[in-house]
């Protein structure tokens, strides 16, 4: 193990520009105010190298930057400390993975959270756990919950003041989700949120029997954090089981919602579910975006969300009060959504023995990938699968610790992998666009249609850039205002991450994952 001096400052330190959270910062906007990079000289852009993961599993995680010094995980339990010069790797840490195989969707790892000199990084095992940012050596671990339940972690975590907050996935293995929050100096447990209410709690009476004990709730995206209210934001996930909706009547809260917890207890002060009694696994764990906005003529504290269930909201963070509501995709189980901002449901579109084709598919209008906000445009852009439907079957399922307990089945004709030549693949199975969105009024302002769907992330940038990338094995960037496309570089491998931007010695770099390694691309000599 190589130690870290100095955590790689060098004397320019002080002109390095970090990336310091999952989604840049705790309003989780994805956006960098950093323009060095522009639409007059991005096509100049070149690469300057590339770090190979020693994993062949799925690469969901975007890195995090500290002056000089790139920090991100390699799937399945893996933290490397590179430089961000030249992908050198200074340290890496490595915990195994314990036999059996109990996570739902890939032995993935979306990231890191940083405080101070400490690391902290989720497991497949559901363990948190501490690292010496210099050194990668192990500080302290916390067991989360007990992984032959189900339970896993897959989030980055989310450092706020003291606390570090984490979450389980799971909801297809009948698991009962919540969110708790540890002592960043000792791993001690300071408080938890249960998402599937346990008896005696708000909430608990939406789920009939005892279904809450396998409700799912899973919280596998990482949430936001609003330091002047002191609020907490996370997406929740599906209940389970995901398409047998009659072995869980009610609303099952707070499955498909957005909680906002007070951050120094855990505390609930209001939610809002996006989609009660969920039965197409239409689960809400994207991304809380929070901005600023005035609103009718009035100034607000917004939450903006494009939400898996097709529908893009703005919703009051103080108080969520639902604003604004409208479609963003073609989605067809519901004729849309009352003052409240319930939606109408349309009969005829529950899962069935037989089957019921519904839009969106099963991954959703959009889904865990990062969306971003620009405060220059104005505009809310993400990444969207258009098109796009799937069948739904259901039938009756015991539940087993630890196997998949999703009572039915979703079909698709998109694959979670593509495999064959997209060539052969239509439009009229679904496509990927990034699409920008007016949150004043939920209209789409303009779109960039890919050939296949998309499971990237979306970086927006003081000058007016956007970066995505997509399946087909491209990275591109787009003006922001016009989405015009301005560059484009073939990476050979799916990109299934969010871009990030920082700069070092003066110098703006952008890094995105692709298949199994990390690019990281700056201007040429006289870019």
Wanted: hydrophobic share 35%; charged share 20%.
């Amino acid at each position: 193990m190589r130690t870290l001096l100095l955590f790689g400052v060098v004397a320019g330190a002080a002109l390095a520009q970090n990336w310091t959270t999952y989604n840049g910062t705790t309003q989780s906007t994805h956006y960098s105010a950093l323009d060095q990079i522009k639409p007059s000289n991005v096509a100049g852009l070149d690469l300057k190298w590339v770090s190979q993961a020693d994993s062949l599993e799925k690469f969901e995680a975007t890195p995090l930057v500290i002056d000089g010094v790139m920090y991100v995980t390699e799937p399945p339990n893996t933290a490397v400390a590179l430089d961000t010069r030249t992908g050198r790797p200074y340290w890496r840490y490595e915990r195994p993975v314990p036999p059996g195989n109990y996570v739902c969707c890939g032995n993935v790892n979306r990231g890191l959270a940083i405080q101070g000199d400490t690391i902290f990084m989720g497991t497949l095992d559901a363990h948190l756990v501490a690292l010496d940012r210099a050194t990668g050596r192990k500080k302290w671990e916390t067991k989360v919950a007990d992984y032959t339940h189900g339970y896993s972690i897959t989030v980055a975590p989310l450092v706020v003041k003291d606390k570090v907050i984490v979450g389980p996935a799971g909801g297809e293995r009948g698991i009962s989700g919540f969110l708790a929050a540890y002592d960043t100096n000792t791993g001690k447990e300071v408080w938890k949120f249960h998402t599937i209410p346990q008896p005696g709690e708000p909430g608990h009476e939406t789920w009939s029997g005892d279904s809450w004990k396998t409700g799912g709730g899973s919280t596998w995206v990482t949430g936001s954090y609003d330091p002047e209210l002191n609020l907490v934001y996370w997406g929740i996930g599906n209940p389970g089981p995901d398409w047998n909706p009659t072995a869980r009547l009610g609303d099952n809260l707070y499955t498909d919602s957005v909680v906002a917890l007070d951050a120094d207890t855990g505390k609930l002060k209001w939610h809002y579910q996006f989609t009660p009694h969920d039965e197409w696994d239409f689960d809400s764990v994207q991304v809380p975006v929070l901005v600023d906005l005035n609103w009718r003529g009035k100034q607000r504290k917004a939450m903006l969300w494009g939400n898996r269930n097709g529908f893009f909201y703005v919703l009051d963070r103080t108080s969520g009060e639902f604003l604004l509501g409208k479609p963003f995709v073609r989605q067809t189980w519901s004729k849309g959504l009352d003052d409240s901002g319930k939606p109408m449901k349309i009969s005829g579109t529950s899962p069935s023995i037989s089957g019921t084709d519904v839009y969106p598919g099963v991954q959703g209008g959009t889904n865990w990938y990062s969306p971003s906000f620009s405060p220059r445009t104005g505009l809310f852009y993400l990444t969207a699968w258009e098109n796009y439907h799937t069948s739904y079957y259901t039938w009756e399922q015991e539940y087993e610790p630890g196997k998949s307990f999703t009572g039915g089945s979703a079909r698709s004709p998109i694959p979670s992998i593509r495999r064959e030549p997209i060539i052969t693949w239509g439009p009229e199975w679904g496509y990927g666009v990034i699409r920008a969105i007016n949150p004043m009024n939920g209209e789409k302002v303009w779109e960039y249609k890919m050939l296949d769907v998309s499971d990237a992330g979306i970086l927006t940038t003081a000058s007016d850039l956007l970066f995505s990338g997509n399946r087909e094995g491209y990275f591109f960037a787009l003006d922001a205002k016009t989405g015009k496309e301005l560059w484009k570089r073939y990476l050979g491998m799916q990109v299934a991450d969010s871009p990030i931007t920082y700069t070092v010695d003066g110098i703006q770099y952008i890094s995105v994952a692709a298949g199994h390694a990390i690019f990281t691309f700056a201007l040429g000599h006289g870019g």
